[in-house]
């Protein structure tokens, strides 16, 4: 045996791990990173003032040259008072900074954003990083952890918006994916409104997985606010909203009349695509549904 691995192991603590008392409880480890990543101070005057500086001088028009976006439905939340849950397609890492600087004044600086815990707030510059820029706080995305619900519900309740990607996170192919039912839980519990939201174009400058930026167009239609119904779960709450959505890409693809006319006999276009089982077709019927609008009652599939 190593004489020199046995002299330590006989002398013991400060050459070795120090052991933890029998009976004693432990203390819990303080974590600060992902979830437990504190954003607090990214709402305090200092850092609201910096990041509104960055967000109209820097961010607006930067996404102006790379996005050239196209505001649709803003009339639809003119009157809306207080703060609200938006709720948007999620296709590339420029849905956020396209969302923020799209949303009028009273909102854009009092609005925080709902961002993977896993991913954003993995490492502590990280989160710091973008909790000022964007005033992104952490929330868990496969589920809706107690601590995320409870830091969205304070936050509406301190009169912030919070903005969520229901898919719990970018498209891998283009289509949208079925909404998790975060966003409708948070906004059916503090009795607020979601604001459906499509955003058209992202994918053709950033899609996931992508090497650069290919400056295009884009789309942002605003839908009107909806609220829960009486006895309506979460579940129900949050497949409404998605259809709502739905409705307003079909709206995008073709006209107002024609999408709210299928809307109300629900015929709106799925965002998840069709349901074939090659990734071939799926990409095939995407790229269609991009190269011909409608012009009737020709079902199409939404642009993304």
Do not use: C
């Amino acid at each position: 045996m190593n004489p020199i691995a046995t002299f330590v192991r006989r002398r013991g603590f400060p050459l070795t791990k120090p052991t933890w008392p029998a009976g004693v409880p432990r203390p819990p480890i303080e974590r600060r990173t992902g979830e437990d990543f504190d954003t607090d101070w990214a709402r305090k005057y200092p850092a609201r003032l910096g990041r509104a500086v960055v967000l109209d001088t820097l961010g607006r028009p930067l996404v102006q040259a790379i996005a050239a976006p196209t505001i649709r439905g803003a009339d639809r939340i003119e009157h809306l008072e207080g703060p609200a849950v938006f709720a948007a397609n999620h296709a590339s890492h420029l849905d956020t900074p396209l969302l923020l600087t799209s949303l009028p004044e009273r909102f854009r600086h009092r609005s925080a954003i709902a961002a993977g815990a896993d991913y954003f707030f993995d490492k502590r510059w990280k989160g710091a990083l973008w909790a000022f820029l964007i005033n992104a706080f952490p929330i868990e995305r496969v589920r809706l952890s107690r601590r995320g619900a409870n830091l969205a519900g304070r936050l509406l309740a301190d009169g912030w918006s919070v903005v969520i990607f229901p898919e719990g996170g970018r498209s891998p192919d283009g289509w949208g994916q079925e909404h998790k039912a975060g966003a409708a839980f948070i906004a059916l519990r503090h009795g607020v409104p979601i604001v459906p939201v499509h955003l058209e174009g992202t994918r053709r400058i950033l899609k996931r997985g992508g090497k650069g930026l290919t400056p295009s167009t884009t789309t942002i239609t605003f839908g009107s606010p909806v609220r829960a119904d009486d006895g309506e779960d979460a579940r129900d709450f949050a497949a409404r909203v998605e259809r709502a959505i739905a409705a307003l890409a079909d709206e995008q693809a073709t006209d107002w009349w024609t999408a709210r006319r299928r809307a109300a006999t629900g015929a709106s276009p799925s965002l998840t695509g069709p349901s074939a089982t090659g990734a071939w077709r799926r990409q095939w019927a995407l790229a269609e549904g991009r190269r011909k609008r409608t012009n009737g009652d020709n079902k199409a599939w939404p642009p993304f």
